[in-house]
């Protein structure tokens, strides 16, 4: 049967909010921004900027960084490395959003990709954390006034048992069976629901 890794990695990650306190080994966390700094973007722009906060005391404050409405992510405390993304628009992004495109987000949804994928594939957990309170991170990381914060995505080993590496390409490399809810993944993270196949592809033309 035909086999993927990478279609295995995908189907492997979760969103996990639970942290071995264990630090990242300097290659592994090399290695993940190495594959944020080799993501597409338009125009080559690269407009990603990432800070990678190792700092406890950094942390706790991210942790409080959240919106009047939104508990704090006290999870953010126990994840050896936070990456904070921003974004810093070129001149044709900044003329494309007179035309109502935000192609730096859509860039920043692609190296943010390449950072949770290359972590899951060597065995760490991450969380993409998108609402935030940005003005307040920007203050205390002194961020620049023309970056914008796009989200946070905690980096770290699991707390729950997470399945051997072959024994992932072994059991996720395929798409039968189909991922189903509750499809435990890295750290034991069960899958969440998924619309159908039916629901979401449609070939040639959309049947009304």
Not at 6 to 26: G, K, L, N, W
């Amino acid at each position: 049967m035909e086999r993927s890794d990478v279609f295995a990695i995908i189907r492997y990650r979760r969103s996990v909010r639970e942290y071995d306190p264990r630090p990242i080994e300097d290659w592994k966390l090399d290695l993940i921004l190495e594959s944020a700094r080799l993501a597409p973007s338009s125009t080559n722009s690269q407009p990603w900027r990432i800070i990678v906060v190792k700092d406890a005391a950094l942390k706790t404050t991210l942790s409080d960084a959240t919106p009047a409405s939104i508990n704090r992510h006290p999870w953010f405390e126990k994840a050896p490395v936070i990456l904070v993304l921003c974004t810093v628009k070129s001149g044709t992004q900044k003329f494309a959003q007179f035309l109502g495109k935000n192609y730096q987000l859509v860039d920043m949804g692609i190296v943010g990709e390449h950072i949770v994928l290359t972590a899951a594939e060597l065995g760490l957990g991450t969380c993409w954390v998108g609402w935030v309170h940005k003005s307040h991170i920007k203050k205390v990381l002194s961020i620049p006034t023309n970056w914008e914060v796009a989200c946070i995505i905690p980096v770290g080993y699991p707390k729950g048992e997470s399945i051997p590496r072959e024994k992932v390409y072994e059991k996720f490399s395929t798409v039968a069976p189909r991922q189903l809810e509750g499809e435990a993944g890295i750290g034991n993270t069960p899958a969440n629901k998924r619309r159908s196949i039916d629901e979401i592809i449609f070939h040639e033309k959309v049947k009304k």
